[in-house]
């Protein structure tokens, strides 16, 4: 049985309250289309309709609120990408947040950055998740993806592929690594190394960093 079967819904809210810092401005771009599916810094899959962003130094899982200063338009972004590698530019945004912004025909533009705090992020925004969990004791082989901090962008990357690869078991494990509370993403239950080896070559493309776990070390 799965640990989860995880169906995600998120209604995201991105409305603009007090309790944040003006922390830059500069030059915004976007994602081009070439990057869709493709991994990102964090780990997390590249989706062109979400409201993510590439910056070169903020820790991934920040939110910031991102102005387009020539018509003054607003959204909510979440860092989850290392980038621009442009010295003259400041964050590189989604295509969605791009759309939102109206700049894709300009493909550059001035923007404003502000980091959201905590506290305004709890007022600003509401996630939503629905899934069932069932705790379980898997046996033989699986493929460990990624290990995250943070359980939002983990949910994300566990749902695309949930509905990738529907007829292969998703298995969370929460556990700690050098103090840290972190969450794991494995693929498969197999009974020989030799059939998860076989995944994890799939997968290689997407998840050059994954490896082959075996699940009797963990009992």
Same mark, same amino acid.
């Given at each position: 049985?799965?640990?989860?079967?995880?169906?995600?819904?998120?209604?995201?809210?991105?409305?603009?309250?007090?309790?944040?810092?003006?922390?830059?401005?500069?030059?915004?771009?976007?994602?081009?289309?070439?990057?869709?599916?493709?991994?990102?810094?964090?780990?997390?899959?590249?989706?062109?309709?979400?409201?993510?962003?590439?910056?070169?130094?903020?820790?991934?899982?920040?939110?910031?609120?991102?102005?387009?200063?020539?018509?003054?338009?607003?959204?909510?972004?979440?860092? @989850?990408?290392?980038?621009?590698? $442009? &010295?003259?530019? +400041?964050?590189?945004? /989604?295509?969605? *947040? #791009?759309?939102?912004?109206? !700049?894709? @025909?300009?493909?550059?533009?001035? $923007? &404003?950055?502000? +980091?959201?705090?905590? /506290?305004?992020? *709890? #007022?600003?925004?509401?996630? !939503?998740?629905?899934?069932?969990?069932?705790?379980?004791?898997?046996?033989?082989?699986?493929?460990?993806?990624?290990?995250?901090?943070?359980?939002?962008?983990?949910?994300?990357?566990?749902?695309?592929?949930?509905?990738?690869?529907?007829?292969?078991?998703?298995?969370?494990?929460?556990?700690?690594?050098?103090?840290?509370?972190?969450?794991?993403?494995?693929?498969?239950?197999?009974?020989?190394?030799?059939?998860?080896?076989?995944?994890?070559?799939?997968?290689?493309?997407?998840?050059?960093?994954?490896?082959?776990?075996?699940?009797?070390?963990?009992?």
């Amino acid at each position: 049985m799965k640990f989860f079967k995880l169906l995600l819904l998120v209604s995201f809210l991105a409305l603009y309250l007090p309790g944040h810092s003006q922390y830059q401005s500069g030059k915004a771009s976007y994602y081009a289309d070439k990057f869709e599916g493709r991994k990102t810094a964090s780990g997390e899959i590249y989706r062109g309709d979400s409201y993510t962003a590439a910056h070169p130094s903020l820790p991934f899982g920040t939110r910031l609120k991102v102005t387009n200063l020539h018509n003054h338009k607003v959204i909510n972004v979440r860092v @989850n990408d290392r980038g621009p590698f $442009v &010295s003259t530019r +400041i964050i590189d945004l /989604s295509r969605a *947040a #791009a759309e939102a912004l109206d !700049f894709i @025909n300009l493909g550059i533009v001035d $923007v &404003s950055i502000d +980091i959201v705090t905590d /506290s305004a992020i *709890a #007022a600003q925004t509401s996630q !939503f998740y629905t899934f069932s969990i069932h705790k379980t004791r898997p046996k033989g082989f699986g493929v460990q993806v990624m290990s995250l901090t943070k359980m939002d962008a983990l949910l994300e990357v566990g749902e695309l592929l949930a509905q990738k690869y529907k007829d292969i078991k998703v298995t969370l494990q929460p556990k700690v690594v050098n103090s840290k509370q972190v969450y794991a993403l494995i693929l498969g239950v197999y009974d020989s190394r030799e059939e998860a080896l076989v995944l994890k070559n799939k997968l290689s493309n997407d998840y050059s960093d994954s490896y082959i776990v075996e699940f009797s070390k963990f009992q």
